[in-house]
């Protein structure tokens, strides 16, 4: 037995609950360990006159003002007044880049109930998750780059780039209904 074979490589995956209004299914987002920055409890945001639902606004994080987004109400559209609070923060490293300074963008995404942190083995995660048909919702949205089931959850890989560059027109995504 090889020492690969004894300590099978482990990769730390972040799973983000989602609330989609067309979907009982237990659906989470997925993120790398490398795109998590970090999870932070409440914290003050600015809200922006005339933003997009979604958009709740910006925090200040490290000496930048970043963008704050709720991925039930992008995917779902305006949730009810009683499911505006947030428990915690997820600072993400988006794929998008500053033109100006090369460095990747950050973008904050908030969690209505806790995070959870999984550990998966590589060949878990090359093998374990069914591609599936997501939720019309989800697909819709114009953020999803995969979805995915694992026994009796459904995960989503979405794409941020577009709303952290301002290039987002959720008109253009939403369903017409």
């Not at 979604?54 to 970043?66: E, I």
């Not at 963008?67 to 600072?91: I, T, W």
């Not at 999984?118 to 919702?137: I, R, Y």
């Amino acid at each position: 037995m090889t020492v690969q074979e004894r300590q099978p490589s482990e990769v730390r995956i972040f799973l983000l609950p989602l609330t989609l209004a067309d979907s009982e299914k237990n659906v989470f987002c997925l993120f790398s360990q490398n795109q998590v920055v970090e999870i932070i409890g409440r914290r003050p945001v600015q809200h922006i006159p005339f933003s997009p639902a979604y958009l709740k606004g910006v925090v200040s994080y490290q000496g930048a003002l970043l963008p704050v987004v709720n991925l039930d109400e992008l995917c779902s559209g305006p949730q009810k007044s009683g499911q505006a609070q947030f428990k915690q923060l997820v600072v993400l490293r988006t794929g998008a880049v500053d033109p100006a300074t090369g460095e990747p963008l950050k973008i904050v995404v908030v969690a209505s109930t806790g995070v959870r942190t999984v550990k998966l083995s590589a060949q878990m995660l090359a093998d374990g998750f069914d591609p599936q048909e997501p939720p019309l919702s989800l697909a819709a949205s114009g953020i999803m780059r995969g979805f995915f089931q694992q026994q009796a959850t459904y995960v989503a890989l979405v794409n941020l780039d577009q709303i952290v560059l301002g290039d987002y027109a959720q008109e253009v995504h939403e369903v017409v209904g």
